[in-house]
């Protein structure tokens, strides 16, 4: 018997941390798309900004979006590297789209996402990088930060 509750009570000694590094990241303060309204743009706008900039390409009843949307935000306002926010109803999506092959495109008429949450950077009215997913669209976001 007190080897089962020896058992039951390791686990629980392990899993409770005192380590300081936990304690100091930074907290993410709540943040509304309405404080980025000047900066959501057009999907035909996607490559038109300038030279060197990002696109977030979000959807509002995305539950993956609004998990991240506070990060997006605080670096976006935060940031030297421009970050444009697009939900646009005209997004052009495509679920099966190999992403390496929207390198290099500057085409709007031939871009597409392959969903919600996607970010891309665009260079000289090109993509140069795209990042679909909830994972990597945290990762890139946090690259530029």
Known sequence: MKGKILLLVIPLLFSCSTNKEQEK???IP???YEEISEK??????TFTKGENYCVYFFSR????CDSIRDEIIEISLTHQMPVY???DNAIE???YLDVKSTIGQGDINQ???KGFPSIIKVNNHLVKEHCPGKSATLNFIRSIA
């Open 85 to 87: 926010f697009c939900n």
């Open 93 to 95: 999506t495509d679920r």
């Open 61 to 64: 009843t995305c539950q993956y």
């Open 25 to 27: 990241d930074p907290t």
């Open 111 to 113: 871009f597409r996402i």
């Open 30 to 32: 709540h943040h509304s």
């Open 40 to 45: 959501t743009i057009n999907w035909l706008d």
